[in-house]
């Protein structure tokens, strides 16, 4: 009943993120097939050359998906935030199957009607468009099958570089570990799935049976096919005109956060883009140097250390002054605090720490040996995560530390998968899950205030952006943050209707 009601009173961004998911795999699938047919036919004819291109392209497709999509981000034509990325990444894994059954198909043509073919005087091109296409075409077909069911599956991981999709509701309910939202995205895809590859399968069945006019129907696919994606990418490219484009990391107060700007935003008049739930700290500030982002919610510790990899001052106001003078020259603009400071802690189960005596990082060294630690994934490798934390305080746990989503880790910890966890101080499951906080005795962690971080071009063209931006300034305490994170992590509020009601857009006060 819960994944009924949420469908229902999400049914418009439903609808718009199963578009944005179909419209990805429809383009990049016609961009695989109007490449991947011809290789299929240059293989088939050219073995040698075959077997060259289709060692290429198993290579592609043994590369994970999310490595490829950060391989790709950084490229400066191909890559980059948002759909670009998503379908590039998108085409290459539907490459295989179509190339691969393509040129099966042609080779399994009887040779005979090839020889009748060529004895009734066709030449090469008429052999191939009235011969063995005709009778390939069952074949491609289920390559084009294949390549479109990988495509829905795979399209959903392009949600976290910012290109929609029904990947949204999954990376959403990830960070909020809620089933119910996962549900509302995964559910839908795998409909989306099976219903086209029975249509497919269908026209597949269909052209085995009435070959007549094939050639014709290929050539006139073949163009469709290149209209459509020409079409849709247009439609995309105006899509994202004149916009302020939000974006946020992958998890709960990121998201709200992001979700703050863009209705704080959109109360001045402007057009928003959200890409929220994005991969992280590194491709948010990536995408924003880029031009891809143009404002998201930075913390100033996280800033200096993790994106300028300099020692940040231990004061809340220093520190905030030396994170507007490093991103400056790069055009980027840092707002005014919004109110809070969420530091990193270090949690323990409360039954651990009330046994054992815990109560500061200190108090851990006398059980790390038998413990094993959690951590975020940027925090094992960031300049303020672990590898200084175990350095200042001589910590050494059991094993390697384990990796996971940050949204996942305190629960971790509450399920004894893990026995101590690097976490957020205004994260709302603390008190829920009996977590005890351990007190940084040596100061190791610095401020860590969310300021917003502007594209200063786009400030400058759109000059509500700093009305905006101004008004949010001091406007969310340490306690409302964990409000709204419980509203949303605890309660399974939706985040939209939470920020709505925090600013007063719900027919309260502004």
């Known amino acids: 009943m819960r994944l009924l009601h949420f469908w229902a009173s999400h049914r418009g961004e439903l609808a718009s993120l199963f578009v944005q998911h179909a419209t990805l795999v429809v383009i990049s699938t016609s961009a695989a097939i109007i490449v991947g047919v011809p290789m299929g036919i240059v293989a088939a004819r050219a073995p040698r050359a075959g077997r060259w291109l289709l060692g290429l392209v198993n290579v592609a ?21 948002g759909t670009r990325t998503a379908l590039l990444t998108l085409s290459i894994y539907a490459l295989l199957p179509i190339l691969r059954t393509t040129m099966t198909g042609i080779q399994q043509v009887d040779r005979a009607v090839v020889e009748a073919g060529v004895a009734m005087g066709m030449t090469g091109r008429q052999l191939l468009w009235l011969v063995e296409l005709p009778l390939a075409l069952p074949s491609i077909v289920g390559g084009i099958r294949l390549a479109t069911v990988i495509g829905i599956a795979t399209a959903t991981i392009a949600a976290a570089i910012g290109a929609g999709g029904l990947g949204e509701y999954i990376f959403r309910g990830l960070s909020m570990a809620d089933t119910t939202t996962i549900l509302a995205g995964a559910i839908p895809s795998a409909v989306f799935a099976i219903a086209a590859d029975a249509l497919l399968g269908w026209a597949g069945r269909r052209l085995s049976t009435a070959r007549i006019a094939t050639s014709m129907a290929l050539r006139a696919g073949g163009v469709a096919v290149v209209m459509l994606a020409i079409a849709s990418g247009v439609a995309y490219a105006r899509a994202g005109r004149d916009t302020i484009v939000v974006g946020s990391k992958n998890f709960t107060e990121q998201v709200i956060l992001g979700e703050l700007v863009a209705q704080r935003l959109e109360h001045e008049g402007l057009h928003v883009d959200r890409r929220l739930n994005l991969g992280g700290t590194f491709i948010c500030d990536r995408a924003l140097r880029a031009g891809e982002l143009d404002v998201y919610v930075e913390y100033t510790g996280t800033a ?11 004061d809340r106001q220093l520190a905030f002054a030396r994170t507007r003078e490093l991103y400056a020259p790069s055009g980027v603009t840092v707002g005014e605090p919004l109110g809070f400071n969420n530091t990193f802690t270090m949690f323990v189960r409360g039954e651990d720490a009330r046994r054992l005596g815990l109560h500061t990082i ?9 413990w094993t630690a959690g951590f975020g994934y940027e925090f094992l490798q960031r300049d303020d995560g672990f590898p200084g934390l175990a350095a200042r305080y001589g910590l050494q746990f059991r094993g390697t530390p384990r990796a996971m989503d940050l949204s996942l880790i305190y629960r971790a910890l509450a399920a004894r998968q893990v026995d101590v966890i690097a976490g957020d101080a205004t994260s709302a499951l603390v008190a829920p899950l009996d977590l005890a906080p351990l007190a ?10 969310a300021v917003p971080v502007v594209r200063t071009a786009a400030m400058l063209q759109h000059p509500e952006m700093r009305r905006a931006l101004v008004a949010l300034a001091g406007s969310v305490s340490d306690a409302e943050m964990r409000t709204l994170n419980a509203a949303v992590d605890v309660e399974h509020r939706d985040v939209k209707a939470v920020v709505r009601e925090f600013l007063g857009y719900d027919g309260g006060h502004e």
């Open 61 to 81: 497709q043994t590369i994970p998906s999310l490595a490829l999509l950060g391989f790709l981000l950084p490229l400066p034509i191909f890559g980059g935030l």
């Open 440 to 449: 940084d005795n040596r100061h190791y962690f610095p401020p860590y205030d």
């Open 304 to 314: 200096v250390t993790a994106v300028f990899h300099q020692d940040v001052p231990r």
């Open 362 to 370: 200190d108090d851990l060294r006398p059980v790390m040996s038998g």
